[in-house]
Nanobody
Framework: QVQLVESGGGLVQAGGSLRLSCLAS????????MGWFRQAPGKEREFVAS????????NYADSAKGRFTISRDNAKNTVFLQMNSLKPEDTAVYYC????????????WGQGTQVTVSS
């Protein structure tokens, strides 16, 4: 089992920045990839960014490219999502997720952290 706890959400004005953190615990040695997803009210959950834990090779949704950066601190078992130039449409609950298999869906999810961007 892997446990994930997000933090760092909050209220920010458009154009501002936030950094989300996701602390992983438990069988972290089994994790292959970690990602960030978000869900806005009335919308489906969508992919934001992810990275391969061992290589830090990232990938991003088009909406995140150029504004968001995913990174990790191996020693602290933590994944970060640095979000710059935030827009009101970035308002959502942001979830951290982890998967142990290269192909299968994500296995573990955090409880989410609210990000609200005011115009």
């Amino acid at each position: 089992q892997v446990q994930l706890v997000e933090s760092g959400g909050g209220l920010v004005q458009a154009g501002g920045s936030l950094r989300l953190s996701c602390l992983a615990s438990g069988r972290t040695s089994s994790v292959y990839r970690m990602g960030w997803f978000r869900q806005a009210p009335g919308k489906e959950r969508e992919f934001v960014a992810s990275l391969v834990w061992s290589t830090e090779n990232p990938n991003y949704a088009d909406s995140a490219k150029g504004r968001f950066t995913i990174s990790r601190d191996n020693a602290k078992n933590t994944v970060f999502l640095q979000m710059n130039s935030l827009k009101p449409e970035d308002t959502a609950v942001y979830y951290c997720a982890a998967k142990v298999d290269r192909v299968k869906p994500y296995d573990y999810w955090g409880q989410g952290t609210q990000v609200t961007v005011s115009s």
